[in-house]
């Protein structure tokens, strides 16, 4: 079965870090491009950052310099270094992946909640 | 890079017809045959259940549909059911090779 089980979420403090992980089973995620999206509470989704299959990578303008994503083929997984966190962090984080060559998110995780408070 | 603008709330009734806009810039929505659409129940993860702008993945009702005109794409939910009240959300690639998510709909089933 293809699946995908984020963990890491907690209670942070602000100016704190936090790594996020993001496991795949039933595929290899060096065969796929990966993402990380947020939901603040009670708000919209927001799209993060993306892992190509070559490596690259790209962030949206509200976490750049601050997150860092990053893809371990030997674990099949994908982590987001979260640093310098601030309370609108605060959020259920899902990742997901996209087929090389699609535009779109067919796979997604179920999220793991971030709480950046003092 | 700003949010795709949707409507904050739809409503309709069983059996009728709802549009969802969803508008962005000639750097995303305009640029690419690129949209897809997520419907998300409270405490889930997002479904997709259209891509590229009006493709429906294996197993999604075709009461769903999708278009693009322009800058501004839009999904239809023919023939309303009460298991569609629920959250809907755009996306699109965009030129600067990221992605960007619309504000969201509430669809209410009446």
């Known amino acids: 079965e293809v699946q995908l089980v984020e963990s890491g979420g907690g209670l942070i403090q602000p100016g704190g870090s936090l790594r996020l992980s993001c496991d795949a089973s039933?595929?290899?995620?060096?065969?796929?491009?990966m993402t990380w999206v947020r939901q603040a509470p009670g708000e919209g989704l927001e799209w993060l950052s993306v892992?190509?299959?070559?490596?690259?990578?790209y962030y949206a303008d509200s976490v750049k310099g601050r997150f860092t994503i990053s893809r371990h083929n030997s674990k099949n997984s994908v982590d987001l270094e979260m640093d310098s966190l601030r309370p609108e962090d605060t959020a259920v984080y899902y990742c997901?992946?996209?087929?090389?060559?699609?535009?779109?998110?067919?796979?997604w995780g179920k999220g793991t909640t971030v709480t950046v408070s003092s | 890079q700003s949010a795709l603008t949707q409507p904050a709330s739809v409503s309709g009734s069983p059996g009728q017809s709802i549009t969802i806009s969803c508008t962005g810039t000639?750097?995303?929505?305009?640029?690419?045959?690129?949209v897809s659409w997520y419907q998300q129940h409270p405490g889930k993860a997002p479904k997709l259940i259209i891509y590229?702008?009006?493709n429906r993945p294996s197993g999604v009702s075709d009461r769903f549909s999708g278009s693009k005109s322009g800058n501004t794409a839009s999904l239809t939910i023919s023939g309303l059911q009460a298991e569609d009240d629920s959250d809907y959300y755009c996306?699109?690639?965009?030129?600067?090779?990221?992605?960007?998510f619309g504000g969201g709909t509430k669809v209410t089933v009446l």
């Open positions: 892992i190509h299959i070559g490596g690259s990578t």
């Open positions: 997901a992946r996209g087929r090389w060559g699609s535009y779109y998110m067919d796979v």
């Open positions: 590229d702008v009006s």
């Open positions: 000639s750097g995303d929505v305009g640029a690419y045959n690129y």
């Open positions: 039933g595929f290899s995620v060096n065969s796929f491009y």
């Open positions: 996306i699109s690639y965009t030129s600067r090779n990221t992605w960007v």
